[in-house]
């Protein structure tokens, strides 16, 4: 098997609930590569079995991503660990949201406008992180991986 494969096998059945630590760009890469690389056949299977009209229904795709959801948001929070950040990152994008709907639902759109823009700012910045060169030195999060 290939090096890379290995990689996301390891976060699928050793590192499923890890949340502390770190993990290296490759390491992060190469699962979400191969997350990628099976969601796009499932895709293809959830039209051939359930038609093209019926776009809602997404079931062997769904089931996927449900699947991998925990490892992905362990797998962030280690990599935003390894570039000496706090995993909240993985949150702290969605934050404006929640200023968004308040501010849609209480007649302030503009407000709203901002706080999308402001999650949308902060999601670049979270994948400027995620695609930084690891800590070189051992941080509070763990020990340098090679």
């Not at 895709?43 to 996927?64: C, N, P, Q, R, Y």
């Amino acid at each position: 098997m290939s090096n890379s494969f290995l990689i996301f096998k390891n976060v699928l059945t050793e590192n499923y609930f890890n949340f502390s630590g770190r993990v290296n760009r490759p390491g992060y890469w190469y699962f979400i590569l191969w997350t990628v690389i099976i969601s796009i056949p499932l895709i293809a299977l959830d039209f051939v079995v359930f038609g093209i009209e019926d776009e809602d229904l997404t079931l062997f795709s769904s089931l996927w991503e449900l699947a991998v959801l925990i490892p992905s948001i362990g797998l962030s929070i280690r990599r935003f660990h390894d570039t000496n950040r706090t995993g909240w990152w993985v949150v702290i994008p969605y934050a404006p949201l929640l200023l968004a709907i308040l501010s849609y639902a209480n007649g302030f759109e503009s407000l709203g406008i901002m706080s999308i823009t402001a999650c949308f700012i902060l999601l670049l910045a979270s994948l400027v992180f995620l695609c930084q060169k690891s800590d070189l030195e051992n941080n509070k999060y763990g020990d340098v991986i090679h």
